[in-house]
Structures are given as structure tokens and as C-alpha cells.
């Protein structure tokens, strides 16, 4: 399992790589391999905002249908328009090609509460298997 | 061998049957409303005749093969059934038929809603929802209708158990609730602690599948209804897997508020086939003036020289109606049936059936199957499709090599809290022979995971087609009813 460790993840399985004012959102390794082919992602509109824990869109794959998370407050600045046709770069390169939706932060103060790469890696470990 | 599609077979001015003349006066359809041509299948009597039969062929369902397809209760839909609900009176009345002319049917459709608030316990029974989900619907919009009725307004969240229903927290978005999901502790029970600290006045009330898809008993079950009446909130139960505990115990008595039947499972009628369902409501007494109507209701006893006299009849407060007409009258009454065949004996002979033939193949599977949750179950069980010294074979690949053995899959990737999910529910219905039959064949898989996974990864190798591309289907919606090339 990749685990980058330049980034922060959600206990819902979302990663966040903060730059600045603006962030990149996707969901993990862990989370596309448990979902395994994903065949639709469901994206905002540009604009949209949202608070902490609000979910944003959905990831499809043939097994399942899941919600995804904003692990922090913000505004849509930009969404991965290459998943529309290709949805399944979430599943090659999750932390590369695949990323969702990039924000304006609004509420940075929840990142202090994600796990990082160690904590995000134990916690995967513990989930019943 | 593949089968053409219907249209493949069509030749012009081929026709199958003569349609009797009209006993009634035509009458013409306005101007513009009538189409000239439609694209129908022409197609002799005797080719439509080996073409449904030989598509019934190639399929699997339980009248052909075991279908233990968890959750979804698959049992065998005894042919009486069939025959009550053949009955000229019964299948030939009209929903608008003026309810004098109907009193047979009303009758049958006020016992049945007796007998239904008996078996759960409950103050008042409506038949209409046209299946589980919209019986669900009807629970939740009940609920709401309740507290907005009192005025309790600032009530918007519904608490549901994570080992619930998947259509439960789809339901509660529908009526525009906002889902707050339980976690369940280690034995598979609803987390007691979590869920007191979410217990607030802003809760409508708790969705709960008891047992739960996970096949097991809620160990506390009366303290989580305690706990949600304590902060005014109502319970619902969802009753799809009411099989397990029909004769057993009341969700009534337990102090759920609502909960819906599955006719179509608990009650046998035909299911595999789609359809149709039906998921009638029962209420506890502070919830019947907001049942949909109308109801049935016994207006006058006439004495034991005549019979009694049935009208229909709305709630003061009621949510307003669910479904056109009365429900799905048909599966109505192949339920009265069932449970008139059976009687009280016989249903709580069902249940116990159903549950030991699933700890049956528990008891035979779990030194191969992990069972994650390991505790005596009701009607199903869940165990993980997957093991660490088998790389690469997944639930998917056992669930389709069960094929090749002449078994339909069970639930597979259901419910999400256990890893690569296989939900088995034998039901009541499976004689020991063909549950030691599935034994084998699941046990004989286990092994081929580990001595010959492609075996399992190419599954299934004696269906008429074999592996199908589920991503390129998910992705490219192409339904096409009539193809490009009509073959010779």
C-alpha cells in the first residue's frame, strides 16, 4: 500500500496535500484498492462550498458507491476533468493523475486533526480484515 | 448456446395468436393520439413458445438450483400460492370496482392486515407500499409526520446502525433527513455508548435491521429503543429479515414504532423474477392515525347469518396515500395464503428451519470461511471471500465459480463492514442434502484457491457465457434492443 508522506488523510480515507492557500484532494491507495475498478466519479461544480465533513461527490466502482469527504472547509477551484472520461486514473494513480477536486481554503483549522502517513498507515492496519 | 433476441426472430406478418373480438363498444382514441406504426417482434406461437423456454433455461433461480443469496431470502414460493392468486374473483376484480362487489377481497385484505399486526406486534397494519424501500419511505415519512404533528419541529437526523440496510440511509435522504451513522462494537451489536451520545432532541428516530445484515441478533436490542424513546425519538424496523424470527419474538413488544414486512420474502410469492414486492407497514399505537390510507376496516358485524360488511377507510392524520390503488394485490394474496397454509405452527417452524439450516452451513464452513463476527446466527451469516495465503483471488471469483457447480451466488461486497463480503442465507426451504451439496461445492472452491486460482478467476467455464467485462458495462451504457446485423 502507497502511502505518500507529504500528505494528511481523513479517516474516510481522503488524502489532502496543502499548498498555500489552495489544496488537492483524492481519495488513498487504500481506498481505490477496497473499492477496486472504479467506473464513475462524481464531481462538484466549481463555486461550490463546503464545511469539514460535507461530502462533496461520490466515487463508483463496480463493487460499491461511496461518498467523499472535504476534510477541511473550502471552495471548488478546480475539478479533474480527465476523470469524466477516464474515472479509472483514481485507481492507477490515485495520488498522481487521479486527484478529485482542488479548494480555496475557507477552514484550515480540522487539518491539525488528520493523521499523517505513520498514523494513517496503522489505522488502515487496524481496520478489521 | 446463445439465445437471439425476440427481434432477431421477427419475420413480417408473422403472428403468434387471433385476438378474440372486442365484447365491449370501441372507442376511438382522440385525434393525434393514436400512433401508426409500432416496432413489435413479429413472431409465430410455437417460436415464441421454445424462445421463453429456452431463455428460462439459461438462467438460474430457485426453481431450478439453491439461490442463497443473503439478505434477499430466496425460498421456494409454494404453487398454491399461485393457484389462490389465479382465482377468478380474486384476479379479475378491478381496482375501481365499486366496493360492494368486492367484499371478498376486502376480506382477505383486513385479515391479512390482522394477522400481520399479530405477527409483529403492532396497533395497525397498511398494505399499500409497493415493496421494502417504499415500505421503508412510508415508515420514515410516518415519523416525521409525528413529530412535525406535535410540533416538534427542530427534529431533522436519523441514527442509523452501520450494519443496516444499504436502502436505509437511502430512504432517510429521500424524506430529507440528514443520516447519522452508528458504528457497530465487536460482537456486531449497535455500539451502545455511541449511539446514547448522539441521542438528542434533534433526532427523529433510529433505523435498525433486527436481525441485522450481518445475520445477527441485536444482543441489546431493548436498550437501544430505550435509549432513542429517551430522547423522543421513534424506532423503525426494517423487517427484510423478519424470516429468522417470525413465531419468536414481536418487534412490537420489543417497542419498535414502525417496521415493514417484505411479503415477498417472509411470506414467500415469487421474488426472483424482480418482482413484484410488497412491504406493508405496521405502526405501534401512537403512529395509526398517520398511516397511508386507505385501509380496510370491518364496518358492521352482521351477525353470524350474514357475513360482515368491509369498507376502506383513511386515517385522521394520514401521510396521504403511498401507491395508486391498493397495493400489490396480487403478492397480498399469495402472503394470506402462505400464512394461512402454514398457520401459527407452521411459521414458527419456518423460522427455526431457516435459522438452523444456516448455522448448519456455518457450522460446516468456518474452519475454511473467516466468519468475522463469530457468534451462533439467525437466517444468514457473512464470511470473508478472500485469504492471505491466496493472493489474488477475491469474493467475486468464489461467488462465480459457485456457478460451475450449479449454484447461484450469494450476496456478494454486502454488507460493507466485513472485507470482501459473502452474505449466505440458505433459507427454510433446502433440504439437508442440498445444503451438504453447497458444502461441498464452497469447500472444493477453497481449495481450488489455493491449488488452481484460475480456475476461479476464469469462472465461470459452463455458463452459456462466461466472465463478463463488468467495468466496460458499468461504463458504456449501450442497451440495445435491436441489433445492428438480423442473423439468417
Known sequence: MNVPTDLKYAKSDEWIRVEGEVATIGISDYAQDALSDIVYVDLPQVGASYTAGQPFGSVESVKAQSDVYLPVGGTVTAVNEALGQTPELVNSDPFGAGWLVKIQLTDAAPLAGLMDAAAYTAFCAGRAH | ?488
Open chain 2, 1 to 488: 448456446m446463445l439465445e437471439p433476441l425476440i427481434y432477431d426472430l421477427s419475420r413480417p406478418g408473422r403472428q403468434g395468436v387471433t385476438l378474440p373480438a372486442c365484447d365491449v363498444p370501441p372507442t376511438p382514441l382522440p385525434d393525434g393520439l393514436a400512433r401508426t406504426t409500432l416496432d413489435l417482434p413479429e413472431v409465430d406461437q410455437l417460436t415464441v413458445v421454445r424462445h421463453f423456454t429456452r431463455l428460462s433455461q439459461l438462467n438460474m433461480g430457485i426453481d431450478t438450483t439453491m439461490y442463497p443469496l443473503g439478505s434477499c431470502t430466496m425460498k421456494y414460493n409454494p404453487r398454491v400460492n399461485e393457484t389462490a392468486a389465479r382465482l377468478p374473483g380474486l384476479a379479475a376484480a378491478h381496482p375501481l370496482q365499486d366496493p360492494e362487489t368486492v367484499q371478498g377481497s376486502l376480506a382477505l385484505m383486513f385479515a391479512l392486515q390482522e394477522w400481520l399486526a399479530d405477527i409483529g406486534g403492532f396497533a395497525g397494519v397498511s398494505l399499500q407500499p409497493a415493496a421494502g424501500a417504499q415500505g421503508e419511505l412510508t415508515g420514515v415519512l410516518m415519523m416525521r409526520a409525528y413529530h412535525l404533528d406535535r410540533g416538534d419541529t427542530k427534529r431533522t437526523k436519523m441514527l442509523i446502525p452501520n450494519s443496516a440496510h444499504g436502502t436505509n440511509p437511502a430512504t432517510a435522504n429521500m424524506a430529507g433527513l440528514e443520516v447519522v451513522e452508528i458504528p457497530s462494537d465487536p460482537r456486531g451489536n449497535v455500539d451502545l455508548e455511541a449511539l446514547k451520545t448522539l441521542c438528542d432532541d434533534t433526532v427523529v428516530g433510529l433505523m435498525i435491521t433486527n436481525p441485522n445484515t450481518l445475520g445477527l441478533f441485536e444482543e441489546h436490542v431493548e436498550e437501544v429503543v430505550a435509549a432513542v424513546h429517551a430522547c423522543g425519538g421513534l424506532v423503525y424496523g426494517d423487517g427484510a429479515n423478519m424470516n429468522a424470527i417470525v413465531g419468536k419474538v414481536r418487534p412490537g413488544d420489543l417497542g419498535f414504532d414502525v417496521l415493514h414486512y417484505n411479503l415477498h420474502k417472509t411470506f414467500s410469492t415469487p421474488h426472483g423474477g424482480g418482482g413484484p414486492g410488497s412491504g406493508p407497514v405496521g405502526v405501534s399505537a401512537r403512529l395509526t392515525d398517520f398511516l397511508p390510507g386507505p385501509l380496510v376496516a370491518r364496518v358492521q358485524d352482521q351477525g353470524e347469518t350474514q357475513p360482515p360488511h368491509f369498507s376502506l377507510v383513511t386515517p385522521p392524520k394520514s401521510i396521504g396515500r403511498m401507491k395508486a390503488f391498493w397495493g400489490n394485490f396480487g403478492v397480498l394474496v399469495r402472503a394470506y395464503a402462505y400464512i394461512r397454509a402454514n398457520g401459527p405452527d407452521g411459521l414458527r417452524g419456518n423460522s427455526e428451519y431457516a435459522v438452523l439450516n444456516a448455522n448448519y452451513l456455518r457450522a460446516k464452513l468456518e474452519d475454511v470461511y473467516k466468519l468475522p463476527y463469530d457468534r451462533v446466527c439467525k437466517h444468514e451469516f457473512v464470511v470473508e471471500g478472500v485469504w492471505a495465503d491466496a493472493p489474488g483471488v477475491h469474493a467475486l471469483d468464489i461467488a462465480k465459480r459457485l456457478v460451475d457447480y450449479g449454484f447461484h451466488a450469494p450476496t456478494n461486497y454486502f454488507p460493507l463492514i466485513v472485507h470482501e463480503a459473502l452474505m449466505i442465507e440458505p433459507t427454510e426451504t433446502e433440504t439437508r442434502e442440498t445444503l451438504d451439496r453447497f458444502v461441498h461445492a464452497l469447500r472444493t472452491i477453497a481449495e481450488e484457491a489455493h491449488t488452481q486460482p484460475q480456475l476461479l478467476k476464469d469462472a465461470p467455464h459452463t455458463a452459456p457465457l462466461s466472465r463478463l467485462d463488468e467495468i466496460a458495462a458499468a461504463k458504456q451504457l449501450v442497451l440495445c434492443c435491436r441489433p445492428v446485423a438480423l442473423s439468417a
